[in-house]
């Protein structure tokens, strides 16, 4: 499993390439799998049908328990992660912040000690994208994604979804706030006190990151 990791603020990034263990010359698993995850994060991932979506939550959870047994120095699978009102995992503790991203052949991991999120998107094209952005983004990200050229746009929309989803997920709301609630597109830095940036992901990828210091 080849990781890149970065540093942006108080926040450490790391891109997974986990795609040796997918589709159907997929890798063996780790051999410390089992004793990384907790039967909670087995049965979690036992609930999807397809095995590539079984491997991206089992090596998600082996990547964010290792990450935080480094962090805090606790054995990965002793750690007990808790979920807010709308699923997002944190410590009971919350001595550390994270957040986990998963698409594609890739998983994105975000680890602070301010809140985060992270979001990251294997690029494609959307057929109905100017339409989604008209219904449910704000004016200004509406009036930001015309400005760029035809040529750019489909990148262009998944700039703007990851920079959205990744403040969203930092906020750990979902999709209890309306997409329009709030601006996040890249002439922006900040949006309701987060920080908020594009990253630099792996190619054919794009990723976002939001965060602020904790209260
Ligand atoms: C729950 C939600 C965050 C999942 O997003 P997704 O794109 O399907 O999945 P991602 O791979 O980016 O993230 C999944 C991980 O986020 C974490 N997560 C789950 N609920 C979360 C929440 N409410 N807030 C933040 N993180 C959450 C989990 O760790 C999850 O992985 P795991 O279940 O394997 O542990 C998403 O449905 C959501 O509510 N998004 C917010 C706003 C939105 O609708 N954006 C659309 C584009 S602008």
Known sequence: MRICEQTLASVQVLFADIGDYLGAEASALPSDLDETLPPADWAKAERFYFRDDRVRALLSRYLLRRKLGECL??????LRLEAGAQGKPHLPAREIEFNLSHSGS????????DEVGIDIERQRAFE??????ENHFTGDEIRWFRQQPDAERAVAFLILWTRKEALYKAMGKGLSLPL???SAHPNLDSAAGWQIRTLQAPPGYLSALAWRKGN
């Open 73 to 78: 120095n606790r054995p990965p699978r002793s």
């Open 106 to 113: 890739f998983v994105a991991l975000a680890i602070s000690e």
């Open 128 to 133: 109905d994208a100017e339409q989604l952005l």
């Open 180 to 182: 329009d609630h709030v």
